[in-house]
């Protein structure tokens, strides 16, 4: 939901949940990159953020909460079928453990008092046994149908991230590195498994297991059995409250410190050449194992909480169970051998669950930290300082026919200059331009492209409805024909971290990529020829002068082979 003019939230927007942008942002047609310079509108998707706002963080336990209801909304929108049969095959099984244990004791009680034992006994016994297995191992049977659920709601959630990452506002998702947004994803989605997980295999089972021992044991123990039964429960929930969100506190910590160590990591990975030349391994090892020393100490911290929670509720527990069977000790008289078997049963099977609910709740708590944190990756909000990044120079007037140039030395500036032309990062006052006009249609060659995981035709298209002919024309002219329709390596899939194409391939890869939409009206090319040899570049040249004859090309370049005419149109940046 975008804002209102004034500021204010659209109706039916909870504040709490929705995505809404800054209201400054309004005025700018253009504010979330090429989507919007396309005219494809916001494209937002339902993903609550939770309250972002500095200096007002949610509430823990309402924030929790929060977070089960969107788990639930999660696990019904991708399959309402599935996500019932699950429910229903947990609340059997929570049923049956209540029920086998007054099985037991009353059959054997009722068997045990006529001469038909012989055969009774044998009957009490398969009836257990079968109400038993149905209790303990009866929703084992459903776990595929959950584990499809399962992976099925993370795949949901991670392609709707990634294309939320994408759309998200490129002043403050260029300070954000790919790798950090790629684990925060899985963060997210893994966050959401855990709260499933924790709602359906162990709140569900426990409340379900806590209501129907409440009633039957007060059938079958009496008042005074069913008050100690109610009075554990209110000391579980007293103490473990305190001990749950002072451990969601921790783990909150702990987990902004793995993120942060996790940054440290990709960077000293990115430097193995510098550590390799200058043999710095034993000082990058130092560096790492001092960083990481930062997580331990917040993990111990974590760990040691995580035990006082679990001892503090199983010492709960334990003592509520002694106190119901001692009240059997000052009856009147002794109760019967059935009645003793099916109360202790029912006790232990009605209250062993509340360990299992203060855990899951425990974890969920944990859970919708850890997915809140990863929202700021995912989608990172816009600060003061994200946008504060000088003027753009407005592009010089096209002269159809010729390239609009961007000229300047290394480090002048040149990507910015382009990047902001695009609205692919702020302007000195934070806002974002919309690019030389709503109707063009993009494309782009950014100064490092990246490669998809596929083939290079796959990567030409890059899902775009290109005719066949102009992608093999565009990569035959740029020398890559072995990679065209019946070439020799046309199947042959490409990506970094397979190899299969070099630095110099992968670079004309991209740059088919950027050439290869004859319908482009706008096509703007960071150092098209880096990296290239003369031939090689001469002949680009030529492909791109030929294309600024039908749209507009914005060049940016330091290439002193480049066909610059006195006459085209140019913006030279001084340096620095």
Request: charge should be positive; glycine fraction near 10%; hydrophobic fraction near 45%.
């Amino acid at each position: 939901f975008p804002r209102q003019n004034d500021g204010s939230h659209p109706a039916g927007c909870d504040p709490s949940f929705c995505s809404c942008r800054c209201p400054d942002l309004l005025g700018h047609a253009s504010s979330i990159g090429f989507q919007c310079l396309l005219g494809r509108g916001w494209g937002f998707e339902y993903m609550p953020p939770f309250n972002r706002e500095r200096g007002k963080p949610s509430e823990p336990d309402r924030a929790m909460w929060r977070f089960a209801l969107l788990t639930c909304r999660e696990a019904d929108a991708t399959s309402r079928v599935r996500n019932l049969t699950v429910i229903g095959a947990v609340v059997a099984g929570a049923f049956a453990r209540i029920l086998a244990p007054v099985v037991l004791g009353l059959g054997l009680e009722f068997a045990l008092q006529g001469a038909w034992w012989r055969w009774g006994l044998p009957v009490v016994a398969v009836l257990y046994a079968a109400i038993w297995w149905l209790g303990s191992a009866g929703r084992a049977c459903f776990l595929p149908t959950y584990g499809r659920l399962e992976q099925a709601m993370q795949s949901r959630f991670m392609v709707r991230a990634l294309e939320r990452s994408n759309r998200s506002d490129p002043r403050a998702r260029g300070r954000v590195d790919e790798s950090t947004v790629g684990f925060a994803i899985d963060s997210a989605a893994s966050a959401l498994r855990e709260g499933l997980s924790c709602l359906h295999l162990s709140l569900l089972p426990a409340g379900v297991s806590i209501l129907a021992g409440t009633a039957t044991v007060g059938l079958v123990g009496g008042p005074g059995v069913l008050a100690v039964f109610l009075a554990t429960v209110l000391v579980y929930a007293a103490i473990s409250t305190p001990l749950i969100r002072r451990h969601q506190r921790l783990q909150t910590l702990f987990f902004k410190e793995a993120m942060r160590s996790f940054g440290v990591l990709v960077n000293l990975l990115s430097l193995w050449r510098e550590t390799r030349i200058f043999d710095g391994h034993a000082h990058a090892r130092q560096w790492y194992r001092r960083d990481r020393s930062r997580v331990e100490r917040r993990a111990m911290r974590s760990y040691r909480a995580t035990r006082g929670l679990q001892v503090s509720q199983a010492l709960v527990l334990a003592a509520g169970i002694a106190v119901a069977l001692c009240l059997f000790a000052r009856a009147g008289e002794p109760p019967s051998l059935g009645v003793m078997i099916a109360v202790s049963g029912v006790f232990l099977s009605a209250v062993a669950p509340l360990q299992d609910a203060g855990f899951g709740l425990s974890t969920l708590a944990v859970s919708e930290s850890q997915y809140r944190e990863a929202q700021t990756r995912i989608d990172p909000p816009v600060d003061d300082a994200t946008g504060a990044l000088g003027a753009a120079p407005e592009p010089p007037v096209w002269t159809p026919g010729r390239p609009v140039w961007c000229l300047g030395d290394s480090g002048a500036g040149k990507t910015t200059w382009a990047e902001r032309f695009l609205g692919l990062r702020g302007l000195a006052d934070g806002s974002l331009r919309t690019g030389p006009g709503r109707g063009e249609v993009f494309s782009y060659l950014p100064q490092e492209p990246g490669l998809l995981a596929g083939t290079v035709i796959d990567n030409v298209r890059f899902g775009r409805d290109l005719p066949p002919g102009a992608v093999d024309g565009i990569l035959r002219e740029l020398g890559l024909g072995e990679f065209s329709r019946g070439g020799a390596r046309e199947h042959e899939v490409i990506a970094p971290d397979r190899g299969g194409v070099s630095v110099g391939e992968g670079r004309r890869v991209a740059l088919a990529r950027a050439l290869a939409d004859e319908s482009n009206r706008v096509v703007v090319l960071d150092e098209p020829t880096a990296g290239m040899d003369a031939n090689l570049r001469d002949r680009v040249w030529r492909i791109i002068e030929s294309r600024a004859e039908r749209c507009v090309v914005v060049v940016a370049t330091h290439d002193p082979q480049a066909p610059i005419r006195d006459d085209d149109p140019a913006v030279t940046l001084p340096e620095d």
